[in-house]
Structures are given as structure tokens and as C-alpha cells.
């Protein structure tokens, strides 16, 4: 089982940028694609970016494209998101999962999630 880690948040202002990492245990870690999910007080988690297992293929929430980017380090068994112009919307806790697509939608793999980071970003 993997387990998650997820730091690198904060207090930012508007059209700042932040770098948001989450460290995986297990060895299993680059056999998995992985995505980052948000959730405000009193919103659903939503999805915000995917990156598969290899690394060569992305995938963005329309919201954050243009903006974020995500990335991995399968040799140490991280993955990134760079939030760039950075928005008071972004205002969130951020996760890490494993992900699976079914269609055009993203959905967490692991029945468990890390504590998040809060990123806060001020108008």
C-alpha cells in the first residue's frame, strides 16, 4: 500500500506561484499514474491534474491549464505541481492520489488519502 505525503503550501499572493510535493512510500510507486485533487471547506474534492505512470502524458482540469504544471520523480518517488498565477479560487487543501480514468473524468485509486497542504492565496 502506498502512503502519502503532501507538502510545499502556503499563504501566497495573487499571481504568485507555489511548488507542491508529494512523497510516496512503497516500491510500487511509478507503477502508478498520479494526480493532484483540491477541496475547499464545504466543496467536493475536485480534480486538478494527472501524470502517468512514465511521466509523458499530462492532464489538466480546465481551471488550472495554462497554469499548473505537474511532474514526477519516479527515483524518488515524488510528484510535483508548480502553480504558477496563482488565483484566490486556487484557495484550497491540496492531495495527492494514485488516479484511474473512466471516460473524461479522473477518480482517486487509493481508498486513503495523505493530510493535504493548504495553499491560501490572497486577493
Known amino acids: 500500500q502506498v502512503q502519502l ?12 506561484s507555489l511548488r507542491l510535493s508529494c512523497a510516496a512510500s512503497g516500491r510500487t510507486f511509478s507503477s502508478y499514474n ?12 475536485e480534480f486538478v491534474a494527472a501524470i502517468s505512470w512514465s511521466g509523458g502524458s499530462t492532464y489538466y482540469a480546465d481551471s488550472v491549464k495554462g497554469r ?8 524518488k518517488n515524488t510528484v510535483y ?9 486556487d ?3 491540496y492531495y495527492c492520489n494514485a488516479v484511474n ?5 479522473w477518480y482517486p485509486a487509493l481508498g486513503s488519502w495523505g493530510q493535504g497542504t493548504q495553499v491560501t492565496v490572497s486577493s
Do not use: C, H, Y
Open 5 to 16: 505525503v503532501e507538502s510545499g503550501g502556503g499563504l501566497v499572493q495573487a499571481g504568485g
Open 34 to 45: 498520479m494526480g493532484w485533487f483540491r477541496q475547499d471547506p464545504g466543496k467536493e474534492r
Open 68 to 75: 499548473f504544471t505537474i511532474s514526477r520523480d519516479n527515483g
Open 81 to 89: 505541481l508548480q502553480m504558477n498565477s496563482l488565483k484566490p479560487e
Open 91 to 93: 484557495t484550497a487543501v
Open 101 to 105: 480514468r473512466i471516460g473524461s473524468t
